[in-house]
């Protein structure tokens, strides 16, 4: 497979166009499901997250086409085929359009999702929210088969953690419900607005996107929509990082600053320089980054679990000592053994990790173990001495749209080599 070849030590400088966000088209592309006709979707990145959701659009029955960062769906006349293994396993948000099949056919089945090996991510919430509108799942060898075990109808959901997944495939099945449906405990981030936005424009009757509550009127006849999908905040704060590591001042536009003020304020504690304006977000960095306060992941507005990895890259090679505690997933320190072949100084003990900054890191050659952990090599190998390889990329393929593009734009000297 290729890798990534890097020089680091070089300061980034320029402007980078964030892409659209992953974690907003995904489940937009399921919601185009509950719509008769053609939706459009513009600012949709190119990923193989994207592509793998495209061929389960066409798995049920959907006319599916790209053109540029457009993607156009014709959801006419949608059948319940079964989604297999080779596709479900791929795509972990998969498990987003049990909702929406729910709400447009009233049946489906799916083999159980895959995706990034982060620990346990039981979809016991996306289930349990399902059931209590009244869904019938089965889970036999594998697979999920759904039907509606009674009319289905407007219902209180409660969701134990505002788990952002099981609050959007509640969100896609209630509009396909009758009546008043709350839900309760909802996830905040900004990729639900978005989503709400989008079934607004679809003509669903939907309040309280963004809040802990979510009132959606459901049963009403819905219509195709045109959108404009969000900048992706995870793509964006991984150029922030890059830049923090390795110095320079970069400007990142299409994404606002509210979306990521957990992120900005550490890096302004670790010495950065960053100011805010409309839709661009703006760094200056010496690349030695200080020590920060304890970094503690959770449900937005808290700081992501998405972040920790690029954060946790950029401070290996700066000076003084970070306490991580990862609070989202069991297994989201497997980029630390690769960080430490390049000199990093990180012990964990379960869910806390210690980072000893002891100045710049070398290179070496690492291996990619998930998305964002894959990301983190590539940002610790823009700050540190000498050359880096980093292997398994298609887990960058599953998240950036042109990541070694946008960071040779900034003046990073990055290649793929085969």
Known sequence: MSFYEITGGRPLSGTVAVQGAKNSVLPMMAAALLAPGVSVIHNCPDLTDVSAAMDILRLLGCSVTREGDTVTINAASPVPAPIPEQLSRELR??????GAMLSRMGTGELAYPGGCDL???????????????????????????????????????????????????????????????????????????????????????????????????????????????????????????????AGGEIEVTGLRGEHLSALLAIL???????????????????????????????????????????????????????????NMFDSRYRHVNELARMGADIRVDGRVAVVKGRGRLHG??????????????????????????????????????????????LGAEIRIEP
């Open 93 to 98: 948000s998969s498990v987003i359009f049990m």
């Open 119 to 245: 620990g346990p991510r039981p979809i016991d919430l996306h289930l349990s929210a399902l059931r209590m509108l009244g869904a019938d799942i089965r889970e036999e060898q594998g697979t999920l088969r759904f039907g509606w075990s009674r009319w289905p109808r407007g219902r209180e959901v409660c969701l134990a953690l505002p788990s952002v997944g099981a609050t959007e495939n509640a969100m896609l099945a209630a509009c396909g419900c009758p009546g008043v449906t709350t839900i309760v405990g909802a996830a905040r981030e900004p990729e639900i607005v978005d989503l709400g936005r989008f079934l607004a424009a679809m003509g669903a009757d939907i309040a309280g996107v963004g809040e802990s509550t979510i009132v959606i009127r459901g049963g009403k006849a819905l219509f195709p929509a045109r959108y404009t999908v969000m900048g992706d905040r995870i793509a964006g704060a991984t150029y922030l990082c890059a830049a923090a590591a």
């Open 364 to 409: 070496a050659s690492v291996r990619g173990t998930d998305l964002r952990g894959t990301a983190a090599l590539v940002i610790a190998a823009l700050s540190a001495q000498g050359v880096s390889q980093v292997h398994d990329l298609r887990y960058i393929r599953r998240g950036y749209d042109g990541l070694e593009r946008d960071l040779a734009a």
């Open 268 to 326: 302004e504690e670790a010495g950065c320089v960053v100011y805010t304006q409309g839709a661009s977000i703006c760094l200056r960095s010496d690349g030695l980054l200080e020590g920060v306060s304890p970094v503690r992941t959770g449900p937005y507005p808290a700081f992501p679990t998405d972040c920790q990895p690029l954060l946790m890259a950029a401070l290996a090679g700066g000076n003084g000592s970070t306490i991580f505690v990862e």
